[in-house]
């Protein structure tokens, strides 16, 4: 009992005086904890002072993040998303039924990092026949979609301070993983051929990676020709660099037969191939694959299993049925053809409602295309979106893939999302948008 007492007039909440006996306190606490617990809001625990450099690079490049609106657009020209209504809903739903079955006891188990064999062997006989990439199931790491596999190349072969040559403009989420993990980024110019491999060799003299996008350049579209292609690998071993090769949507190709990948030509092991499915399947299949060098198979292992351990099983083992079983080879090819008709409902929808007023980046390829307003400035391109965003129409910018000034006012125009009815209306109300901002 009298610890008891003692207990609350420490805390505040008892008064106590000699000859008086001892009562209630007039002005009790504000809450139950004691004076000393209690931490103030400006205390500096809590400032994001005390969070890591990576963390405050991580923060800026979420803050630019596409495809958090409060409110989504009713013509949503988001790129890298694909139609969702396009996948084989019901099929994936008996796969994953049927896999579940099928091991049930193993897909509740920890798996080894590098995947469950199934999925290895069936992805290295997708991308040698699709890609003509050299590897077998031993050199296949699978991973939670491209963002994973480009944050394990930063976090396995870069330190702080070395260099990365990445395209200018480029892929945000390379910039970003590499950014976070501390590397100093060198932009190399792009042009119609993709990064431009003779000014780079005239800027760079040292680097650890050079990152291109050399199928289908983000955002510009730049298809790089076979001779580019074997000189980025002479440039690769002349630094001593090894070359990411990121192929994020080369299944979308819409005229004549497309390039062999890089890695198909890499006879030093300098390439690391990186694909995705979440731009073939659904945005939110956090699924992809890396095509290692041999000689990093153990070092990426080793950091995907520090990162996340493994990717999970039951998807993998779906996604393994989905791939030997032909149904993704099919969906792709139906997909190639619906998109095909929505990049030229596209194309035909600006040159109706702007004329000549646009330049359009027209590679037959991907799923967006890079449209530039010569009338407008770069400085007035945030007001064109807005005005698009008033009137239910969502647009993006192209200046945040650049380091340093754009040169124009340009847009990045995914169209896989919608359909050719949509698409028409959507431009048509972004022209209303373009005409208030060009008569201020």
Not at 11 to 34: H, I, M, Q
Not at 50 to 75: C, D, E, L, N, W
Not at 195 to 212: C, F, P, R
Not at 377 to 386: C, G, N, S
């Amino acid at each position: 009992m009298l610890l008891a007492y003692d207990q609350l007039l420490a805390e505040g909440y008892l008064d106590s005086a000699v000859g008086s006996g001892t009562f209630v306190a007039a002005n009790l606490p504000d809450d139950g904890l004691p004076k000393s617990r209690q931490r103030p809001s400006s205390d500096p625990a809590a400032s994001p002072h005390a969070v890591s450099r990576a963390a405050v690079a991580a923060q800026a490049a979420f803050a630019q993040a596409v495809g958090f609106r409060g409110q989504a657009p009713t013509y949503d020209f988001q790129y890298g998303v694909p139609n969702v209504l396009d996948f084989p809903h019901e099929l994936w739903r008996r796969l994953l039924i049927s896999a579940a079955r099928r091991r049930s006891a193993k897909i509740l188990a920890y798996a080894h990092p590098s995947g469950v064999p199934e999925l290895r062997e069936a992805v290295a006989r997708y991308v040698r026949q699709a890609r003509a990439v050299a590897c077998s199931a031993e050199n296949i790491l699978i991973v939670n979609g491209s963002q994973q596999a480009l944050d394990l190349v930063a976090r396995t072969l870069c330190d702080p301070g070395d260099r990365v040559v990445i395209e200018n403009p480029h892929y945000s989420g390379a910039r970003n993983a590499f950014s976070v993990a501390g590397a100093s980024l060198v932009p190399v110019p792009v042009d119609r051929g993709g990064l431009s491999v003779e000014t780079g060799e005239q800027i760079v003299s040292d680097a650890k990676l050079i990152y291109v996008t050399p199928s289908h350049q983000f955002p510009t579209g730049a298809i790089m020709p076979l001779a580019r292609r074997i000189a980025l690998l002479n440039w690769a071993e002349a630094l001593g660099a090894y070359v990411v090769e990121d192929d994020y949507d080369s299944e979308f190709r819409y005229l004549g037969r497309p390039i062999e990948a890089v890695q198909a030509l890499d006879t030093k092991g300098r390439v690391i191939y990186v694909g995705t499915l979440s731009k073939t399947m659904f945005p939110s299949f956090r699924m992809g694959y890396m095509v290692l060098p041999t000689a990093l198979v153990e070092a990426f292992c080793a950091m995907k299993y520090v990162n996340d351990r493994h990717s999970a099983i039951l998807q993998q083992q779906a996604l393994a049925m989905f791939l030997s079983e032909g149904h993704f080879e099919r969906h792709v090819r139906r997909s190639r053809v619906r998109n095909a008709a929505r990049r030229e409902a596209l194309i035909a929808s600006l040159r109706r409602h702007f004329g000549d007023r646009v330049q359009i980046a027209d590679e037959n390829s991907g799923l967006h295309l890079l449209v530039w307003f010569p009338d407008l400035t770069a400085q007035e391109t945030p007001a064109l979106a807005q005005a698009a965003e008033k009137l239910g129409v969502g647009v993006y910018s192209v200046a945040p893939y650049f380091i340093g000034d754009p040169g124009g006012c340009g847009l990045v125009l995914g169209y896989a999302a919608l359909e050719p009815p949509g698409i028409d209306a959507g431009i048509a109300l972004l022209r209303r948008g373009w005409d208030r901002v060009t008569t201020q």
